[in-house]
């Protein structure tokens, strides 16, 4: 028997090992498969294969880049384009890998790594390509006009001075605006369009404050007399309790702070900028902060710097509860979840939050009332109340729960005189996905005849976008430090670089072209929910209220001249924000460590300039060495002798251009060192002239004492 049992436990355990290499075997060959289909179009079909990395994961993205992926291979059969989405936490990680062992897709999406370090060492320069017309524009009045030409910033944040070249194409552009809740604002606020002022918005977060206030003031009181009930039913169960209302006037994290605060701060302080522009460049710049800094033009006490860092503190006090230690995808949440009335984000977040706004239960349609057919509000309303006043022990509901018709009965209070009361429900007539009106359950009280039968309130709720309100010019707090709206001076995003590793660089600008037409990157963008960056390309209705605002004020004021001064800007200001400490205490952190900082960063900013002028000339000798020996740069596999004659040509007038402009640029870079101490001379003789610069002079000679003297 003994030996039996033991057969037995070694069949049993020679059958589990028999199952354990089946799946090893089963996971090999669905390995090999995998490898087979993603090299089937390369090593099979002979296609030449174009692989895409980006990190936007946002719904709609992807299918926006299918679809012209899509429509480009049925064109080209003879291409197929893989996209590899990364998530944007393991991007730069990625792309850098990838890149350092040169086995980086085709064409990556620029951002999350220093571009310019990696652009000269491992992407292409595209400049020729964009100074022709795009091909696919022959159709259209843009056939004559260089590619470059056809998009709405000319793409000038793809030119890379220090490169001489431009390195990307991009295909959307981004602005920032505030998302609203329409449902709640009308239900709240008796309207449903948005704040037309900053008064007025300061005003609606206050009433909405005062709501919640009231409504949680209604559930602490009803949650006292159920608990001091004493029926005899409480020994054996808790008595069934409300949940306060979590709503908030706007959702905000870190991130959000920030929004508010660079747009506020332009529209009250960009003028103090052009005040203190020494270098007539249209913008404060950190030697131009510093200089005014120096000769007491400008001091840490500036009206307007406090003015817009006190209205960035009055906006945080609409803000939900902990909102320093929330991540900015947590507060979408919370608005999506219908816990706030507003948030400020931007486009690229649009088509995010209309998906998962649009994804909330509708709530229960209410079909029928005891057998009795309802078609709106109304009727259902009427009958539901006729019932419960008549002593019916209940009322059969048929209602439409996300397409499904069930039967629900409710237990009505005869005691009440309206439905709230008799029931806890509200019954609104809304348009369902097919447009139609139809009476749907739009509140619902937790502890009701409703609730307890099982009913469900619609979440789903209609969105609004506006732009930040201005404040007005009799507005009593900040009505005289008002500037004007910010402009806003978008530039293209969503870019791509092609690496140098590629072996089809004329199919990627290929594709680049294709995507770039005025139809296909509204096509794009369209699906996408962004806005197009090709002229005559139209965003979408709901996205009309993100199209940039190209006039008005640029820049604002702020203390930031460097990594120093800016890590101390932001260790004092999120104290200040939080209510951690009042305007006084953030002032005073700032002053006590700010000239220590400046003289850093000063030191800091003499050192790149120094430092950036070897760089400059290895450009010009590898300008000089095309021009020289054009030959060596051209690929031996272009073709014959005269085709390679002929590229060797383009090359060596092309290295003629460029090195005249890299004597240009690194005539800038070498003066630069000089031109700042020029403008500085002036301080660097008073040094006494205030408190500001006695201590950053201080610091400024210990601090070159101990690099050795070099100023």
């Known amino acids: 028997m003994a030996e039996n049992k033991i057969g037995e436990m070694e069949s049993r355990i020679s059958f589990v090992n028999y199952i354990g290499l089946a799946i090893l075997l089963v996971c090999y060959v669905g390995a090999l498969w995998n490898v087979y289909k993603i090299k089937e179009d390369e090593l099979i079909l002979k296609k030449k294969v174009i692989r895409l990395c980006h990190w936007q994961l946002e719904l709609g993205i992807k299918d926006a880049l299918e679809e012209m992926i899509g429509r480009y291979e ?206 007539c460049d249209g913008s404060a710049n950190y030697y131009d902060v510093l200089q005014a800094m120096l000769s007491g033009k400008l001091t840490l006490q500036d ?51 209309i998906k998962k706004i649009n994804d909330q239960p509708f709530g229960d349609i209410i079909v029928s009332v005891n057998d009795k057919p309802v078609s709106n509000a109304a009727d259902a309303s009427r009958l539901m109340i006729d019932a419960a006043r008549s002593g019916a022990k209940s009322v059969i509901l048929h209602v439409n729960r996300e397409g499904d018709v ?76 008002v500037v004007g709206r910010v402009v806003e001076s978008t530039d293209t995003g969503f870019k791509f670089g092609i690496t140098k590793f590629t072996e089809h660089k004329a199919e990627c600008i290929d594709f680049f072209q294709f995507c770039t037409t005025p139809e296909n990157n509204q096509k794009m963008n369209e699906i996408a929910q962004w806005i197009p960056a090709v002229k005559g390309a139209k965003p979408t209705k709901f996205l009309e209220a993100f199209v940039p605002n190209f006039r008005g004020y640029w820049g604002y004021l702020n203390f930031m001249m460097g990594s120093k001064t800016d890590m101390l800007e932001k260790q004092t200001f999120w104290p200040y924000v939080s209510g951690e400490n009042d305007y006084a205490k953030y002032l005073n952190a700032l002053a006590s460590a700010m000239p220590n900082a400046a003289a850093n960063d000063y030191i800091e900013l003499i050192r790149k300039c120094r430092e950036s002028v070897p760089d400059k000339q290895v450009f010009r000798s590898f300008y000089l060495a095309q021009y020289m020996f054009p030959e060596s740069f051209v ?33 800038g870079f070498a003066l630069d060192e000089m031109r700042i101490k020029a403008m500085m001379a002036p301080r660097f003789k008073d040094k006494d002239n205030n408190s500001f610069s006695k201590a950053f002079f201080s610091e400024y000679e210990r601090l070159s004492n101990m690099s050795g003297g070099k100023k």
């Open 635 to 667: 690929d031996a596999k272009a073709g014959n002798a005269a085709e390679m004659e002929k590229l060797a040509g383009k090359k060596r007038n092309e290295a003629a251009v460029k090195f005249v402009a890299s004597w240009d640029n690194l005539v």
């Open 303 to 353: 009206e307007k710097f406090r003015i817009y860092n006190e209205l960035t503190r009055k906006l945080s006090s609409y803000f939900n509860p902990g909102f320093m230690s929330v991540d900015r995808m947590d507060a979408g949440f919370s608005f999506v979840q219908g816990s706030a009335v507003m948030i400020t984000s931007g486009s690229w977040d649009a088509s995010s939050y």
């Open 406 to 481: 069930k039967k629900v009965t409710v237990y009505p209070d005869a005691k009440g005189e309206t439905l709230w009361d008799s029931y806890g429900i509200k019954v609104e007539d809304c348009a369902d996905a097919k447009g139609r009106h139809v009476p749907v359950v739009t509140e619902l009280d937790s502890v009701s005849p409703a609730a307890n039968a099982g009913m469900t309130r619609k979440r789903s709720f209609d969105v609004g976008i506006f732009d930040f309100p201005l404040p007005t010019k009799d507005d009593p707090t900040y009505g005289k430090y």
């Open 74 to 279: 049925k064109t080209h059969p003879d291409i197929k384009i893989i996209q590899i989405p990364v998530t944007e936490r393991a991007y730069a990680q990625w792309v850098t890998t990838q890149l350092i062992g040169r086995t980086a897709p085709d064409l990556v999406e620029l951002g999350f790594f220093d571009v310019k370090l990696y652009l000269g060492r491992y992407f292409q320069p595209i400049t020729d390509e964009l100074r022709q017309p795009n091909p696919y524009n022959k159709d259209n009045d843009f056939k004559d006009t260089p590619w470059m030409d056809t998009f709405t910033d000319g793409l000038q944040n793809s030119y890379i001075p220090e490169l001489l070249d431009y390195y990307a194409v991009g295909f959307s552009q981004f602005t920032v605006r505030i998302f609203y809740n329409k449902t709640l604002m009308k239900k709240i606020l008796e309207r449903d369009d948005p704040p037309k002022t900053l008064e007025q918005l300061f005003r609606d977060c206050e009433k909405i404050q005062e709501y919640v206030k009231t409504k949680n003031a209604e559930v602490e009181a009803f949650n006292s007399k159920q608990s001091s009930k004493g029926s005899s039913w409480n020994i054996f169960s808790s008595p069934k309790l409300k949940s306060k209302m979590p709503l908030v006037p706007i959702a905000s994290s870190r991130y959000q702070v920030g929004l508010f605060r660079t747009r506020y701060a332009g529209m009250l302080s960009a003028d103090r900028c052009l005040d203190i522009d020494f270098g």
